[in-house]
């Protein structure tokens, strides 16, 4: 079964830094989607994107926050400066349509940031 | 404000029990809804979906029922197994935010006793 895959598993990074989170979407969904998960709390939308274009994107989404899809296969999320409170999991997610259809989530990169 | 809330954090079963997980949502625009199943180190998983012109749906083990007068969501799995342990989450699309956007409930956690 096609799946969403992220990489790495694991980012550990000091704040301040930038970080670059990876996914490869399900080879033919052209809807994309980042989420994250603080420990313990929901997991919240931060952004979706098409047609190489953000479609929409949350309050947490700010000005540190881009994603790009540099080739045809990987969506990317990057952190500029990152934060302590951007330690989280941080989940891509595709689809194949717009609209009500279900989201496929890759298994996360878990991002710490010290 | 839109949210979606899951009546209990944990719930506790023997295997061959039949399982239902409650999901409260409070948007009365939402047209679309979802369960997703999260097992540890995994990203949510797709279980089951209903549309709002539905008030019940059947998959394999799993049954989603809906009823829009309360704004209640439960899903129900028959025979319980060892494998079901995980946070459920119920995720809906709320229309007035865009077709795009999925928000989640807090999750509810299943465990299944041998």
């Known amino acids: 079964e096609p799946e969403v895959t992220q990489t790495p598993s694991h980012q550990v990074t000091q704040m301040g830094q930038e970080v670059i989170l990876r996914c490869v979407p399900i080879?033919?969904?052209?809807?994309f989607y980042w989420y994250r998960q603080i420990l313990g709390q929901k997991v919240e939308f931060l952004v979706s994107?098409?047609?190489?274009?953000?479609?929409?994107k949350s309050e947490i989404f700010d000005d540190q926050f881009s994603v790009e899809r540099p080739d045809g296969s990987n969506f990317t999320l990057k952190i500029r400066s990152t934060k302590l409170e951007d330690s989280a999991m941080y989940f891509c997610?595709?689809?194949?349509?717009?609209?009500?259809?279900?989201?496929?989530f890759g298994d996360g990169t878990r991002l710490s940031i010290l | 404000g839109e949210s979606v809330g899951l009546h209990l954090p944990t719930l506790s079963v023997q295997e061959g029990d039949n399982s239902i997980i409650n999901c409260a949502y409070s948007?009365?625009?939402?047209?679309?809804f979802i369960w997703y199943k999260q097992e540890s180190g995994k990203g949510p998983q797709f279980i089951i979906d209903?549309?709002?012109?539905?008030d019940k749906r059947q998959g394999q083990r799993v049954t989603v029922l809906l009823n829009k007068t309360v704004k209640h969501l439960s899903l129900q799995i028959a025979a319980t197994q060892p494998g079901d342990s995980a946070v459920y989450f119920c995720?809906?699309?709320?229309?007035?935010?865009?077709?795009?956007?999925?928000?989640f409930g807090t999750g509810t956690r299943l465990l299944v006793s041998p």
């Open positions: 997610a595709s689809s194949d349509k717009w609209g009500n259809q279900p989201q496929h």
């Open positions: 080879s033919n969904h052209l809807y």
């Open positions: 994107f098409y047609n190489n274009e953000i479609s929409e």
């Open positions: 948007n009365s625009a939402s047209d679309y």
């Open positions: 209903i549309r709002s012109n539905m």
């Open positions: 995720a809906e699309f709320p229309m007035n935010t865009g077709f795009q956007k999925l928000v």
